[in-house]
């Protein structure tokens, strides 16, 4: 049976490259794997920022065109925190998790209203933001600054995974977050990650997925048919009716109506009762006087 990692431990683990070489052989496979992708390079700690939200649980193809496309309709914090909610998820249709699309209006909001319509250009700041946890912060740290950070994400998991944690189950993050900050460099910060990033992706389409091997990972659960997918189909439902919105039985009709095509049972009231005030409360649309407005 595998190894349980131990997460006490911040030394260099034994047994595998030194640090050295392990730097070494990740800055050679980065000039190999590179992926010219439209936000790397990048100094603009917004659209920094964007990508990264934008790549949370998504596939880099489907990206690619999404993120242009954003900036073009919102091309500064200001921009998008003057924009109507219902404008930012539309634009967002098709991407997945809207949730992310309401927490970027949210963070624009507030660096509005508080920061002079930009990012701050601290860690700790950046974590202060809506919707912003550790691995999006560190992001727009190295990539739109340039600065070290400790980047944990599933690509860079992936690499520490496979090269330093090789026989190992159940590893913690707490036992990899150490081992990424050693051998981050303190210049080509942005660099050094792109390199982890492609390394790891390289990795997923070669290799047994070594991510499986996290404490952390989790079998993403199937959209077709589960409650995200009907709070997805929802909104786009309460968006598609315009300004003047959509009652709540055509609403409840409309969405029995995308069941049935699937040849899925239709749902109960109740339970269209609890998608409605879910969605209400998290600010994706309103509801006044038993109509839903975008």
Request: net charge neutral; glycine share 6%; charged share 20%.
């Amino acid at each position: 049976m595998a190894s349980k990692a131990s997460e006490r431990s911040c030394a260099w683990p034994e047994g595998v490259l030194p640090l050295t070489c392990f730097q070494e052989k990740i800055r050679e496979l980065g000039v190999r794997l590179y992926r010219e992708l439209p936000w790397r390079n990048c100094s603009d700690a917004y659209a920094v920022l964007v990508s990264e939200v934008m790549l949370q649980q998504t596939q880099v193809k489907r990206v690619l065109s999404y993120w242009p496309r954003f900036l073009k309709s919102f091309p500064t914090l200001d921009a998008l925190a003057a924009a109507d909610t219902s404008d930012v998820l539309t634009l967002w249709q098709g991407l997945g998790y809207n949730r992310r699309a309401l927490m970027l209006k949210k963070c624009a909001d507030t660096c509005a209203a508080g920061n002079g319509g930009l990012l701050p250009n601290d860690y700790e700041s950046l974590l202060e933001l809506p919707g912003v946890g550790p691995a999006t912060a560190a992001g727009v740290v190295a990539f739109a600054y340039d600065r070290p950070s400790v980047y944990l994400e599933t690509n860079v998991r992936t690499v520490f995974l496979h090269e330093l944690f090789p026989n190992a189950d159940g590893v913690s993050d707490a036992a990899i977050r150490p081992l990424v900050e050693m051998s981050c460099p303190s210049a080509n910060v942005r660099g050094w990650y792109y390199a982890l990033l492609d390394y790891g992706a390289h990795l997923k389409q070669t290799v047994p997925n070594p991510s499986r091997r996290s404490a952390h990972h989790v079998r993403q659960s199937v959209f077709e048919g589960s409650r995200r997918q009907k709070r997805a189909e929802l909104v786009r439902i309460v968006l598609g009716s315009g300004s003047s919105g959509i009652s709540l039985r055509a609403a409840y009709d409309e969405l029995n109506a995308v069941e049935t095509a699937a040849r899925r049972a239709p749902i109960d009231y109740g339970y269209f009762e609890a998608l409605v005030h879910d969605l209400v409360e998290e600010g994706f649309f309103s509801l006044t006087d038993g109509l839903l407005v975008s």
